[in-house]
């Protein structure tokens, strides 16, 4: 039974603000695991994609992996489809359609389709907002659709579809309170995306045993960095190796990082498995890797003192993150702006980045989940972060403030880093698009 709703249930023309508003309160809890009522919904729509699909699944570098398949296909010339989550500004960046964010429109009419044939069926709404962006992909004559996973892999809305390909890009530590406190636990909630008989892409390095067991026990075709596909490079270039095709002198993707190249050649493996029904040539993968853009995931914004905007939110993905400030050259000073919500491993991404920061502005983040900046504070006093004249620890109330505290401080020599969840980079760049606003007007 659906849960009693205070927010009056919006129609097909209504505003997207009103629809989000209703969806975020039909449902009891947030996160609801288990697929029963989102595939009874599912079938009751009757919608199927027609177009080569590809589930994106891992801790991190899932957003990364599926934006890079979206650049070369578009540059190949097909029709595609891409959903991620969160978004960071707007929720019609959540649902693409030929790099073209979603209307309003389009989505509200979605969202009604779907809302009225749950009847009585209580769904949350990551659940029915995923259903409406499958349904819009549907009908908008796609070639292919990319489809990244929002939490796990086995009870994810996502997982309703059967892929044509799947990818894990990724193992590690990361809301362990649905998926297990172990790589083997989480290994094998995520493995289950992969499909009988279909390619199952693994890009861990050292994959948990269990991702491997699952994926054999269904038959799948898993395609395992190292074995079955791999990548070498140099300062000016790199190149693809798989099992049967070879992709030689590409140029370095515009995603800065570490392990874009490890992301990178999943895509790259995921489109050789596909090759029969999706052919790209070699052109389209370089103007792809050379077009793609991600905002939040270490993005340096122009202008000085140099910005870093990066959603890290977990100890592995704080750990790629302490490696690319490392690459970057020397700063006098760097300052953080950090905010966390209070169901992540904040000490762990402390430890991995404690070095590497010199004044911590910490930001209080909005929600039940968000902890306060005073949190944040005590958190990096207990690990032994110092306060003197050549480090320091700020509270702030949100992340508009503390960025606007960094700016104040900062010279131009230094660096700002943004970082510790969607929400910090998402408030960070609401304040900077204000800004530009009454700038302009």
């Not at 919904?41 to 009757?46: C, F, N, P």
């Not at 052109?283 to 890797?289: D, T």
Request: glycine residues 10%; charged residues 20%; aromatic residues 6%.
């Amino acid at each position: 039974m659906s849960s009693p709703s205070p927010v009056s249930r919006p129609n097909a023309q209504s505003s997207l603000a009103q629809w989000l508003a209703y969806l975020e309160s039909i449902h009891a809890r947030p996160i609801d695991m288990g697929l029963e009522r989102v595939r009874a919904v599912a079938d009751r729509l009757g919608q199927k994609l027609d177009a080569v699909t590809i589930v994106v699944g891992g801790t991190n570098g899932k957003g990364s992996t599926c934006a890079m398949l979206e650049a070369m296909l578009l540059a190949a010339g097909y029709r595609v489809g891409l959903y991620t989550s969160p978004h960071l500004l707007d929720f019609n960046e959540r649902a693409r359609i030929n790099g073209e964010p979603a209307s309003d429109a389009a989505l509200a009419e979605q969202f009604a389709a779907v809302d009225e044939a749950r009847g009585e069926v209580s769904l949350t709404y990551f659940e029915l907002t995923t259903l409406a962006i499958l349904r819009l992909f549907a009908g908008a004559g796609l070639d292919a659709v990319i489809l990244e996973v929002g939490l796990g892999g086995r009870l994810d809305a996502v997982n309703v579809v059967d892929a044509d390909c799947a990818i894990v890009t990724s193992v590690d530590l990361d809301h362990v309170e649905w998926l297990g406190d172990d790589r083997e636990k989480i290994g094998w909630e995520k493995a289950h995306i992969y499909r009988p008989g279909k390619p199952a892409i693994c890009a861990d390095p050292v994959p948990p045993q269990s991702l491997i067991d699952y994926a054999e026990s269904i038959g799948a075709d898993l395609w395992r960095f190292g074995r079955d596909y791999n990548y070498a490079g140099d300062k000016q270039q790199w190149s693809y190796g798989g099992r049967a095709q070879r992709r030689n002198a590409l140029a370095y993707p515009a995603l800065r990082g570490a392990n874009q190249l490890l992301n990178a050649s999943a895509a790259l493996a995921a489109l050789e498995a596909l090759r029969d029904r999706l052919p790209v040539p070699q052109q389209a993968v370089r103007l792809g890797l050379l077009q793609v853009q991600l905002p939040g995931r270490f993005q340096i914004l122009p202008g000085r003192p140099t910005v870093i905007l990066d959603v890290a939110h977990n100890p592995h993905a704080a750990a790629v993150l302490a490696q690319n400030l490392d690459n970057m050259g020397f700063f006098p000073y760097t300052y953080a702006v950090f905010g966390m919500l209070g169901d992540k491993d904040v000490d762990g991404v402390i430890a991995k980045l404690g070095g590497r920061v010199d004044h911590w502005l910490c930001a209080g983040l909005p929600g039940p989940r968000g902890l306060g900046g005073e949190e944040l504070a005590a958190r990096l006093r207990a690990l032994g972060v110092k306060e003197d004249k050549e480090s320091s620890i700020q509270v702030h109330a949100d992340p508009a403030a503390a960025f606007a505290a960094a700016q104040e401080r900062a010279g131009e020599g230094d660096r700002i880093l943004v970082f510790g969840s969607f929400l910090t980079v998402a408030g960070v760049l609401a304040s900077m698009r204000t800004a530009k606003a009454a700038h302009a007007g």
